[in-house]
């Protein structure tokens, strides 16, 4: 472990503490863990974010009985406090390295170290666990019963092993069940990613003109949360139906060739490479503020924008960096051009991460429970366990819906009945 300031541990668990109070469906399931231990005797092994939420749904593992190693998923996204908190006072192995140390050898040497704790699930986010332990921890693989995947970038390398042959384990697409997706890349990164920008630029954004690039499950949310700031919204796409769809949304829908020029914010939730690129960066206005939501850093060409760089004014706001062009345009990077939300802002706020942990909760115990049984192969979530989720955040806002009567139910299992 090689986070462990003991200063930390009370900051620590009085944020892991406040973050657990907006989540009550994973609470309730820790509670049940607690009681039926159903990882009793069990390693997991988590490459995730290490944030107060990742910290709870690492608690519920625990208090179902697992040992549980935490590396982080992302150098720059690390919250010290949350790390030293985890070690101290939830016994979670936290293996997260200097927050401020964004170099690659050590993340790697992290995820060596989760790894380490020799697992039987493997809870990943972005799939560099999974395909370290498919590449250099082979010896590990008989051992490990499951996994889960968290992110939309993981699940797209997931599906590419799984294609080849390579994948050697049953791993559940926690990023695309309902209460992931929906919620979390669209709710949740919709507010964050913003929230970043604002802390990290204090830019008034009515009247202002925001370019989303990617009109997916987060870029939707990006869009509609800056549209009700009073933003004009740019979207960019390269899917005809989503570039279609922010169209009949109301959005503006551009090349980026020709929104680069217009954005006083431009914003990447892509899951591709290579969006903002030096074409772009000659056009971009004076001030621009750019940052990246999709998962890697590749989205915004930062080597191109250094290269293009006279000067670069590092922390000329929290979490941003200035970079002065040859001919006097500014433009402000967020969080070195990795994700917005979480190396400039608080990331997710906890109501939303709420269901996609509840999620990764129970799929973990599904696994558990299927003993190993299960092929390799990519799994959807199981139904019940979404509906599951769903309901019990439904219960803890107090909200009713209704229940189909039998003849409803009928009604929709028929053909017969025509009009
Ligand atoms: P998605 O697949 O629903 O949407 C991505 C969209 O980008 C698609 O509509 C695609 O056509 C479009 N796109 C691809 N290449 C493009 C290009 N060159 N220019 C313009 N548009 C392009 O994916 P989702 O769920 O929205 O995730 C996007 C990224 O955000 C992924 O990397 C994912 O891992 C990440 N993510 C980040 C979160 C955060 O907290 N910042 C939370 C959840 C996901």
Not at 85 to 90: E, K, R, V
Not at 150 to 164: D, E, F, K, Y
Request: proline share 3%; net charge negative; glycine share 10%.
């Amino acid at each position: 472990m090689t986070v462990a300031e003991p200063d930390l541990v009370a900051s620590g668990t009085a944020r892991v503490e406040w973050a657990d109070r907006a989540m009550p469906v994973l609470r309730e399931i820790r509670s049940r863990f607690a009681a039926e231990r159903p990882l009793a005797g069990k390693r997991v092994a988590m490459c995730m974010h290490v944030t107060a939420e990742t910290a709870n749904l690492a608690r519920t593992l625990a208090a179902g009985g697992a040992t549980v190693a935490l590396a982080a998923s992302n150098p720059l996204s690390t919250q010290a406090d949350t790390a030293a908190a985890l070690g101290a006072a939830y016994d979670v192995g936290v293996f997260a390295g200097d927050p401020t140390d964004a170099d690659m050898a050590t993340y790697y040497k992290n995820i060596h170290a989760a790894l380490d704790v020799g697992p039987h699930l493997v809870l990943d986010d972005a799939c560099d666990l999974i395909t370290t332990l498919h590449t250099e921890r082979t010896a590990l693989i008989d051992d490990v019963i499951g996994g889960c995947e968290q992110t939309t970038t993981g699940l797209v390398r997931l599906r590419a092993m799984h294609r080849s042959g390579a994948l050697r384990i049953p791993v559940v697409d926690v990023g695309s069940s309902g209460t992931k997706q929906l919620f979390d890349n669209t709710y949740g990164t919709g507010q964050s990613v913003l929230e970043a920008v604002l802390h990290a630029s204090n830019l008034l954004l009515a009247g202002r003109t925001v370019v989303v690039a990617g009109y997916g499950y987060c870029g939707r949310g990006v869009a509609a949360r800056a549209a009700g700031l009073g933003a004009s919204v740019i979207v960019t796409e390269i899917d005809p139906l989503r570039a279609l769809d922010a169209t009949l949304n109301g959005f503006t829908v551009l090349p980026m060739d020709d929104a680069a020029r217009r954005g006083d914010v431009i914003i990447t939730v892509t899951g591709n490479r290579d969006v903002v690129t030096t074409e772009h960066l000659a056009l971009v206005r004076d001030g621009a503020v750019l940052a990246n939501g999709g998962h890697f850093d590749v989205e915004i060409d930062v080597r191109a924008l250094a290269a293009a760089a006279v000067e670069v004014r590092r922390d000329v706001r929290p979490g941003a960096d200035e970079y002065v062009l040859a001919d006097g345009r500014r433009v402000l990077l967020l969080a070195s051009g990795r994700v917005a939300n979480l190396g400039a802002g608080e990331g997710h706020p906890p109501d939303v991460m709420d269901l996609a942990f509840a999620d990764q909760a129970l799929a973990t115990e599904w696994l558990a429970g299927a003993g190993g049984s299960l092929e390799a192969g990519v799994y959807d979530v199981p139904a019940e366990i979404d509906a599951a989720v769903a309901r019990g955040k439904l219960g803890a806002m107090s909200i009713g819906i209704d229940t189909p009567t039998d003849s409803q139910i009928a009604y929709l299992d028929a053909w017969e009945q025509g009009s």
